[in-house]
């Protein structure tokens, strides 16, 4: 059995169910009056063929990315109907590299020293997904950051803080919510002095903070960023800050919207707009940060960063006001990482249900979103609402086992993983 867990086979499995998924889009968008390719792709290709004619990306109605996007897939708009596919070949190439940093991970000193076969049974969580290869093949972007995700965890626990700090610029610059990373990462490569027997808030928190690996990181990560933005804003002025950042802390998206904010955000969408009334949308991120960016690395950034990295995504998208089923790649990449000490996989009963709990809140409400969408039935009123709430509740749930796995893990001395590679 262990003959089949070798490199040339997981990835070249992996690549080919990329493949067979890429010639199967094309077969539906011909024949199908379903789609295979995602609406987002479209509004990428048009964003890019605007910037091939020297105009704006933000010409393209909905384009609420970064022009570096556009720019990567002009050759979309090349003729030849095999260029289309361009950028779908890149987002599956990218998931293709984040399995392999994985695996990289995986077997260093940061991430266990795991054998090479079972560093591929836990890289073959992202590798052989099939919801992984299919959100990459339809055209979504979020292989990308992935990538720029995990290349920032090797960079660190690798002791590469300069390109650290250009990789969270990068990715932070791409789609913002990697900045929840920010004050992990600090935590991390920071040392508290045990000086003093009595707990000291600014020798613990802040006085490590001050070291140079942190300044370094620091600095690199606020010139990457803001080199990028400066330039994004010099050649397309305002539109690029409103599209880019302001529009996702006001955004009232409500379609295929986990989040228990989906009703509410319906209902702020459906009436008239004032530059009086309250617009709740504009705060709903206030817990949400509190909890991923700020309380969560406080508490367990010291102790197992990837570990960290997860629970600080993982409650990021439960939190989201905008939770869909892309979103879940965001922390799906991390978990390799983590649940090789998790009690999910040591306990296999709570692994299971945990796995049937997530998998059938997310079934329910499905069927309800289906007769709202598809049906035209008002499931608003309880179902909708109340299956939000549910799949909201499982995953606060899966977040606390995640949470205390963290807090077990390093009282058994599987810290010591993570002070490897740490700077001191």
Not at 109 to 131: C, D, E, F
Not at 246 to 256: E, F, K, N, S, Y
Not at 313 to 324: D, G, Q, S
Not at 381 to 410: C, H, Q, R, T
Request: charged letters at 10%; a positive charge.
């Amino acid at each position: 059995m262990s003959s089949y867990w070798t490199p040339t086979k997981i990835f070249g499995a992996a690549i080919l169910l990329r493949i067979v998924l890429l010639f199967y889009g094309l077969f539906q968008d011909a024949y199908s009056p379903l789609r295979y390719t995602d609406i987002d792709y479209f509004v990428f290709t048009d964003a890019a063929r605007y910037v091939s004619r020297g105009r704006s990306p933000y010409d393209r109605e909905t384009y609420r990315y970064t022009p570096l996007l556009a720019w990567l897939l002009v050759p979309t708009t090349w003729s030849g109907t095999g260029w289309f596919s361009f950028g779908k070949i890149i987002f599956a190439t990218a998931d293709i590299v984040t399995g392999w940093l994985t695996v990289l991970l995986l077997r260093s000193p940061a991430g266990g020293s795991m054998s090479m076969v079972r560093s591929l049974k836990y890289a073959s969580i992202w590798l052989l997904n099939p919801m992984v290869a299919t959100i990459s093949t339809r055209g979504s972007s979020e292989g990308l950051l992935g990538v720029m995700v995990i290349s920032l965890l090797w960079a660190i626990t690798h002791r590469r803080i300069k390109l650290a700090g250009l990789l969270l610029g990068l990715a932070v610059h791409f789609k913002i919510y990697p900045f929840i990373y920010a004050p992990s990462l600090l935590l991390y490569l920071s040392s508290p002095t045990p000086s003093s027997k009595k707990f000291n808030p600014y020798s613990y928190y802040i006085e490590p903070l001050l070291s140079r690996a942190n300044i370094l990181l620091t600095i690199y990560s606020l010139l990457t960023f803001m080199a990028l933005n400066t330039i994004m804003y010099a050649i397309y002025g305002h539109p690029f800050i409103q599209h880019t950042y302001l529009h996702h802390v006001t955004r009232i998206d409500h379609r295929h919207n986990f989040s228990p904010y989906n009703t509410l955000l319906y209902l702020s969408s459906s009436s008239p707009t004032s530059s009086t009334a309250f617009h709740f949308e504009s705060l709903a991120f206030l817990p949400q940060i509190l909890l991923s960016a700020a309380l969560i690395p406080l508490v367990l950034a010291r102790r197992d960063l990837p570990g960290t990295m997860l629970a600080q995504t993982f409650a990021f998208v439960a939190l989201n006001k905008v939770c869909t089923s892309q979103y879940f790649i965001w922390f799906l990449l991390l978990t390799p990482l983590h649940l090789p000490h998790s009690s999910l996989i040591t306990s296999p009963r709570l692994g299971l249900t945990a796995a049937t709990l997530w998998i059938a809140a997310q079934a329910l409400w499905l069927w309800q979103g289906y007769e709202l969408e598809m049906l035209g039935r008002s499931t608003f009123i309880p179902g909708l609402w109340g299956s939000s709430l549910l799949f909201y509740a499982v995953n606060m749930w899966i977040l606390g086992i995640i949470v205390e796995d963290i807090g077990k893990f390093s009282k058994e001395g599987g810290s010591e993983k993570g002070a490897v590679a740490k700077v001191k």
